[in-house]
């Protein structure tokens, strides 16, 4: 027997948990092709028309994983932010978990579309698909404009607070978050439109936090803290 092997390090459930956040945090990007995807199922005439409705299918499948890894991202961080202030923490699930309703509503509203063209339901429900195409975009605005706002502005406080990750970083979504309320806003009183490039760069600084925040854990985790120790020692009792 070999007595000079060495036994390998431990990894502590506070890396356990930044790693299963980071690599979720980066799975929520994986939406991002469906607003290319999406472009023929919103189109006016999209019913009527004949193709596959692959495109469609597939950007409604990559919503639904956003929306459960968005909830998943607040579920793992819960067991350390709560140690900060758990009543915060808990806000984070909940909202969260609104912002993933706002998602599959969403999702229902542009399946539906395809089911009414599957159906051959025709010129006549022509006015139903873009009720549909409509609701889907305010049901958007409400669920991806907005609530990643009061995600990120909870995160980042929790985050600057208990000093897990970088101050810097943490300030990216306190800031962000007002930023894109204020870009919400901007859209729902006609100031600009949903789609114009102003209201992208209101987004800009949450898909930084979120996206850096994804990598910083993935790749470092949690700077040593109290809260990261006290979740270490636990694990050993």
Not at 105 to 129: C, M, N, P, W, Y
Request: charged residues 15%; hydrophobic residues 55%; positive net charge.
């Amino acid at each position: 027997m070999n007595t000079n092997r060495q036994a390998a390090p431990r990894v502590g459930s506070a890396r356990k948990i930044a790693l299963a956040a980071g690599v979720i945090y980066l799975l929520t990007f994986v939406s991002i092709p469906s607003i290319a995807l999406y472009a023929q199922v919103k189109s006016a005439n999209y019913i009527t028309g004949a193709g596959p409705d692959t495109a469609a299918i597939i950007g409604g499948i990559l919503e639904i994983i956003v929306a459960l890894a968005g909830i998943g991202t607040a579920v793992v961080l819960f067991p350390v932010l709560k140690k900060q202030n758990e009543t915060l923490a808990l806000g984070l699930v909940a909202a969260r978990v609104l912002e993933a309703s706002t998602i599959f509503l969403g999702v229902a509203f542009l399946f539906s579309i395809v089911t009414l063209r599957q159906e051959g339901a025709g010129a006549d429900a022509l006015v139903s698909s873009h009720t549909l195409a409509t609701l889907y975009d305010r049901i958007f605005l409400l669920g991806q404009s907005f609530m990643p706002g009061v995600d990120d502005l909870l995160l980042g406080y929790l985050l600057y607070k208990s000093r897990l990750v970088p101050r810097a970083l943490s300030l990216i979504g306190i800031v962000g978050g007002p930023l894109l309320f204020a870009g919400y806003l901007a859209v729902l009183f006609g100031l600009v439109g949903q789609h114009a490039s102003l209201a992208g760069l209101s987004a800009l600084l949450v898909a930084l936090f979120e996206f850096s925040l994804g990598v910083y854990l993935t790749i470092k985790g949690f700077k040593p803290t109290p809260l990261t120790a006290e979740l270490d020692r636990n694990e050993l009792k």
